[in-house]
């Protein structure tokens, strides 16, 4: 499975920005999946993931209210939507994709940069 992140940019402090992972196969809903982010000089962190099957979903504190996680198990998508960005949110955003039964996630895309000027 191949990943492949689009949405990043430049924006705003306040600012809103959608990113979105495309896998390049069907098994895609086999797969837990997830956000990373890996700020300037910072290790890479999670921010957000969800199950196979859409819910339970999981928020790092520092964007819990802000940051919204989906999938489309349709389309072989997840998504992340992110309101009021702030400058600490700055970073090189990752898709990751977790197989079944296995406790790392395996798979990643080669990131979309997320910069927000204050």
């Known amino acids: 499975v191949q990943l492949v992140e689009a949405g990043g940019g430049l924006v705003q402090a306040g600012d809103s920005l959608r990113l979105s992972c495309s896998a390049s196969e069907d098994t895609f809903s086999q797969l837990a999946m997830a956000w990373f982010r890996q700020g300037p000089g910072l290790e890479r962190l999670l921010v957000a993931a969800?199950?196979?099957?859409?819910?339970?979903?999981y928020y790092a504190d520092s964007v819990k209210g802000r940051f919204t996680i989906s999938r489309d198990n349709a389309e072989n998508t997840v998504s992340l939507q992110m309101w009021t960005l702030r400058p600490d949110d700055t970073a090189v955003y990752y898709c990751?994709?977790?197989?079944?039964?296995?406790?790392?996630?395996?798979?990643w895309g080669q990131g979309t940069q997320v910069t927000v000027s204050s």
């Open positions: 969800i199950s196979r099957s859409g819910t339970p979903t």
């Open positions: 990751a994709g977790q197989r079944l039964g296995r406790s790392a996630y395996e798979i």
